[in-house]
């Protein structure tokens, strides 16, 4: 039948046989606009509760990426420093290059420097950078453009110049008697830094100027330590910001890593892809070793800490990492799994025969199921956060706080979803066996058990996965776990790369016992589970 | 053993030529897959029993109180929650003057109450209590929209790309197995102290945890209507809309509302661990020793959840009918 055979009497007869279709009740048709009303009203309500675009603006989003490589990434970060008119580089401490660090993607060039010193017994700056500093040499002439430097600094009256130090450019000490006074040492020594952070990023410095190009534009950028300014010879690129004038300017060259050019100092963060020193931090004497060393050592190699074998330096090396903490965070992982496990498993064996008692059906007795109903009800609404806290304080930070949560919990849940289970079994097989004359405890194991019990176990393997992922968040306040150590390497906002290895980890533990617990419900109750 | 003997005799009379054989076969067969049985049950509750008392020894000795030194202190804590007097619960809920004041925070608190007007202010709690639920339902909100735009691309019915499929599901289960506090701690140093972290916290675990129970739901979904929508021609989007989503409505909107439940508690515990909200409260509470103050939230905390738990279980109720879902499975 085609739609242009219809007649408008057969029309009229359609309408009539369907009218709810052609007519529906008011609430179908303004069901949808009247929702999404409703939840257009709200969000403008959240947005305004929240005040989300005010603190969307103020997010530091520059912060976010950030952290985001630290996942994935390390940073190297020298520091050089150019306030005495020579260069000299400096690592901070725990380098993950370890001490001494002679990278070869920072070059040096010597040449005749101008040393600016105060004659104060600090001002002797020790030669700690070995392979960098170029013995000191004293006595050389000092050169037009320092001399022009310092007269500058001295008609300023910049404070820490005497103000009579105009031009001479010796290497005496000004005749000038206040303090502190600065004396000029031209000498050999290390005129330029050269540090080359990707093919196509390279900062040139001496302790005049600092050139960086970057995505080929090249900015020079004049430094002054005495005046403390840092000026640009030209319009700054995209990627180099500096929020006020003179002062110190933002490099940022992507993944590459970023630069802070001050005064006195270049503070250089270069960024490589992977985890520092995994396996072996910088004390290890398996550190820097190639794995084929490490594996040489381990079955035939010369002992490396006398007494005791490569094995166990092997093994102390990797569990005592002070960087990733490896033992630490595998037993915190292990508490994890096993509050879970143990909170679970004590809720189940608990729950257990309360709920053959809060069963309507199976113990007809109204106040007892009302009663054990509710406390079931009371043990499930009361928080976990609260139960954690609560046995935090009872039993001190650790596992047992958690594992008590958990199994506080989960004997309301368990207890009420295994009384409902019960309520709701088919009565016939009961009477079945109490008709041959069973005792009750009989009639219960044959007539009710077999009935249930792929039920709860199904549910009870559902919680156990799902507990291993409270357990992290209860961790947290204190319950034990890998909770807390999370917190602690997140809050530093540092650690970033440290939040990634744990959650790798609580991923892996998670997908496998998730995998675990669904290859046994449908085994126990079939594929629908 | 019961079972023994009625299996051995059973057969009997029914075929009386092999009997004998039969019998004895049928006889030992059975022993043998009852002893089989029985080795198993004792190596796995070996097992189980070995695990758990390895569980609680690891735990017991990695816990910074024993489990047996602790045990007589258990309620001291419970003791200390006793406030000086029953209304002190009371005035600490609705931030009422107390008589006990003496300029300190154990009592009156007006740092944390909102003015609306020159004397009308709500109670620090309450205010706080409508920020922790307003995070759950605005994430919840925001994980069914979320949710319901990548069930349908998951579901074997509907997308046909093996592909597709594969990586909405992976997806949804990463986003799902991630840890909440590592989203909250990330948005926290990003957004600085406040509930925005929480919400999105729990709005990403919403995602994969919905999205996963929808497309289970569109998956079982009865495919005539889709069908006669094809049948007259309907692009994939009118299916399913036309043809999926009304039917799958009613469970979608009741998984949300069991999804409701689980968001509040824990918004709780998310705000518990820095992002603001009433967790805040109440561990500070506790860290403080302000007894009447942590059971007043306690109490307050308690008559929400029980409250989100019977507004959702009713209408949960008139949605899907009697028979509502057990939780989880």
């Known amino acids: ?529 | 053993m019961n079972g023994e003997t009625r299996v051995a005799k059973g057969p009997v009379p029914l075929h009386p030529a092999p009997a004998e054989t039969a019998a004895y076969d049928v006889d030992r067969h059975y022993r043998e897959l009852a002893a089989k049985r029985r080795l198993y049950s004792v190596v796995g509750f070996s097992a189980l029993f070995a695990a758990l008392f390895f569980s609680l020894w690891f735990a017991n000795e990695t816990n910074a109180g024993k489990f047996f030194d602790r045990l007589p202190h258990l309620f001291d804590f419970a003791g200390d929650l006793a406030p000086r007097d029953g209304w002190e619960i009371w005035r600490a809920m609705f931030d009422l003057p107390s008589p006990y004041f003496d300029g300190s925070l154990k009592y009156d608190y007006p740092d944390g109450r909102i003015y609306l007007t020159e004397t009308f202010y709500i109670p620090e709690y309450i205010y706080k209590m409508v920020e922790t639920l307003n995070i759950a339902v605005l994430a919840t909100f925001v994980g069914f929209i979320l949710g319901f735009c990548l069930c349908f691309l998951a579901a074997s019915n509907i997308t046909t790309s093996r592909w597709l499929r594969f990586f909405v599901r992976r997806f949804m289960e990463f986003l799902r197995a991630f840890p909440e506090i590592v989203i909250a701690g990330f948005f926290l140093a990003i957004f600085s102290l406040g509930p925005v972290p929480a919400i999105i916290a729990v709005a990403i675990h919403t995602v994969g945890a919905l999205g996963k129970m929808f497309f289970e739901v569109v998956e079982n979904a009865d495919m005539k209507p889709d069908e006669g929508l094809r049948a007259v021609g309907g692009n994939w989007l009118e299916r399913v809309w036309f043809g999926i989503v009304p039917q799958v409505m009613p469970n979608f909107l009741s998984y949300t509302l069991l999804r409701l439940e689980i968001n509040v508690r824990a918004s709780t515990i998310i705000g518990a661990v820095g992002a603001g909200g009433f967790g805040e409260v109440l561990r500070l509470s506790i860290s403080r020793g302000h007894e009447a103050k942590t059971l007043a939230i306690i109490l307050l905390l308690f008559t929400t959840i029980v409250a989100v738990d019977q507004l959702s279980a009713w209408l949960r109720k008139k949605l899907v009918g009697e028979h509502a879902f057990e939780m989880g499975v």
């Open chain 1, 1 to 529: 039948m085609q739609l242009s055979e219809l007649t408008t009497a057969d029309i009229a007869a359609i309408r009539a046989r369907n009218a709810d279709a052609f007519r529906p009740s008011l609430w179908k048709r303004f069901a949808v606009p009247i929702g999404v009303t409703i939840a257009c009203v709200y969000i403008a309500y959240c947005s305004w509760f929240f005040s989300i675009s005010k603190v969307v603006e103020k997010a530091n989003w520059q912060i976010a990426s950030e952290y985001l490589y630290d996942w994935f990434s390390y940073e190297v970060r020298p520091d050089i420093d150019y306030r005495d008119g020579e260069t000299r580089i400096d690592f901070p401490r725990f380098s993950p290059l370890g001490e001494n660090p002679d990278p070869d993607w920072i070059e040096t060039r010597e040449g005749t420097v101008t040393v600016v010193t105060q004659n104060k017994p600090k001002a002797q700056q020790p030669a700690s950078q070995g392979s960098f500093m170029a013995s000191p040499a004293a006595g050389k002439k000092a050169t037009e453009p320092e001399t022009s430097i310092l007269d500058k600094v001295g008609e300023q009256g910049f404070s820490f110049m005497a103000p009579g130090a105009q031009g001479s450019g010796q290497a005496k000490a000004q005749a000038a008697h206040e303090e502190p006074q600065v004396s000029t040492v031209t000498r050999l020594g290390i005129a330029e830094t050269t540090v080359r952070l990707d093919r196509g990023t390279v900062l040139h410095i001496t302790p005049q100027m600092v050139t960086v190009t970057h995505a080929g534009e090249t900015v020079e950028l004049m430094v002054n330590a005495q005046e403390n300014t840092v000026k640009s010879r030209s319009a700054l690129p995209s990627w180099a910001l500096q929020k006020r004038e003179d002062a110190k300017v933002f490099l940022d060259f992507g993944f590459s890593g970023r630069a802070e050019v001050r005064a006195r100092e270049t503070k250089i963060a270069r960024r490589y892809l992977g985890w520092e020193n995994f396996f072996f931090d910088t004390r290890s004497p398996y550190w820097g070793m190639s794995w084929g060393a490490v594996g040489e050592h381990l079955l035939v190699g010369p002992q490396l800490v006398d007494g005791q074998s490569n094995w166990s330096v092997f093994w102390d090396s990797i569990v005592n990492n002070a960087e990733w903490q490896h033992g630490d965070v595998w037993i915190k992982l292990l508490q994890t799994i096993v509050m879970a496990f143990v909170g679970t498993l004590f809720a189940l064996l608990i729950a257990f025969p309360l709920s053959f008692l809060a069963a309507r059906n199976i113990t007809p007795n109204v106040v007892l199921n009302q009663v054990l109903k509710r406390f079931f009800d009371f043990l499930r609404s009361v928080d976990m956060l609260i139960w954690a806290l609560f046995f935090t304080r009872a039993f001190g930070p650790g596992p047992l706080a958690g594992i008590s949560a958990i199994f506080f919990t989960d004997t309301g849940t368990f207890g009420k979803l295994y009384a409902e289970a019960l309520e709701n079994i088919d009565e016939k097989q009961r009477e079945g066996i109490r008709s041959v004359g069973a005792s009750t405890m009989q009639i219960q194991r044959f007539g009710v058990i077999p009935q249930v019990l792929p039920i709860f176990i199904s549910q009870a393997l559902y919680f156990w996965e799902s507990n291993t992922r409270s357990a992290t968040i209860i961790g947290a306040v204190g319950a034990g776990g890998i909770g807390l150590k999370l917190w602690e390497a997140m809050r530093t906002n540092q650690d970033w790369e440290n939040v990634a290895y744990m959650v790798i980890l609580i991923l892996i533990v998670v997908f496998i016992f998730d995998n675990v617990s669904n290859a046994l419900r449908s085994r126990l109750i079939g594929k629908q589970g």
